[in-house]
Nanobody, 127 residues
Framework: QVKLVESGGGDVQTGGSLRLSCKKY?????????LGWFRQAPGKQREGVAV???????YRADSVKDRFIISMDALNNTLYLQMNNLQPEDTAIYYC????????????????????WGQGTQVTVSS
């Protein structure tokens, strides 16, 4: 059973930074898979924010491309999302996800969802 646990959310003012972490505990996903971040804001559609492919490469949504960085510490099975210059529209619950290749390789990636989800962490950006 794959378990994903997020941390690092919180309250920040406009222009501030946060780093989200996602620890992957136990479980086998697949030989090749991807990890990523979704966000869900009240009254808005779920949005795929960033994806890291364990077989190479990353993806970031246009809305965050110049501000967010996704990375991974493979030794510690931890995924990160460095969020800089945060704006009020970034306010949302952020979910760490993992998926097998079939869902990773859609365009945009993970548009059909993910196989595994964390519990979510709240990010609130105040103006």
């Amino acid at each position: 059973q794959v378990k994903l646990v997020e941390s690092g959310g919180g309250d920040v003012q406009t222009g501030g930074s946060l780093r989200l972490s996602c620890k992957k505990y136990s479980g086998y996903i697949a030989a090749h898979y991807c990890l990523g971040w979704f966000r869900q804001a009240p009254g808005k559609q779920r949005e795929g924010v960033a994806v890291l492919y364990t077989y190479g490469g990353t993806y970031r949504a246009d809305s965050v491309k110049d501000r967010f960085i996704i990375s991974m510490d493979a030794l510690n099975n931890t995924l990160y999302l460095q969020m800089n210059n945060l704006q009020p529209e970034d306010t949302a619950i952020y979910y760490c996800v993992a998926a097998e290749v079939s869902l990773c390789n859609t365009r945009p990636p993970l548009k059909d969802g993910a196989h595994y989800w964390g519990q979510g962490t709240q990010v609130t950006v105040s103006s």
